[in-house]
């Protein structure tokens, strides 16, 4: 789901109209400020942080590199280069080559687990028999396979 629009938003905003803007939680914006992702927020005589709309565009783009499996490292180094007019590509290509390949790892990984399991499952018969492969197998016992 598309975060909303910006336009016609009266800013600055509290955190609360942050985090709708951004589409996170209000938690998760302090995490990110904590972690210097957003720069200087600015606070109002009463310390209630006021928000531009530079800082939710800057949420938006965390977010989003949060749902395709980013790590904050490699956020915080995205955001630098993204606020960086002078950012070689290159260095930004580098970072979602290298994120790409983790997947690819990953995957792989994780496709080897569905084998093993399938595995299993398969050399279970599934019945009222207390002898279970599966539970051998995480057990790393040995026992009576059922077919």
Known sequence: MAPPDLEGTAFPVNIGQ??????????????YESLDLLGRVAR????YRQYTEADVHTL?????????????????????????RRRASANV???AQ???????????????????LQALLASCHGD????????????????????
């Not at 938006?60 to 606020?83: C, N, P, Q, T, Y």
């Not at 790409?100 to 569905?114: F, K, N």
């Not at 009222?128 to 077919?147: K, N, Q, V, W």
Request: net charge positive; glycine share 6%; charged share 30%.
């Open 18 to 31: 942050a985090a709708a803007l951004s589409g996170i939680s209000a938690k998760m914006l302090r995490h």
């Open 44 to 47: 109002t005589d009463s310390g």
């Open 60 to 84: 938006r783009f965390i977010k989003r590199a949060r749902d395709l499996g980013f790590s904050m490292a490699e956020i915080a180094e995205l955001v630098d280069l993204w606020r960086n």
């Open 93 to 95: 290509k580098r970072i």
């Open 98 to 116: 290298r994120h790409v390949d983790e997947l690819a790892q990953r995957i792989e990984s994780m496709q080897a687990m569905q084998r093993s």
């Open 128 to 147: 009222s028999r207390p002898d279970c492969p599966i539970l051998d197998d995480l057990a790393g016992t040995p026992g009576p396979h059922c077919h």
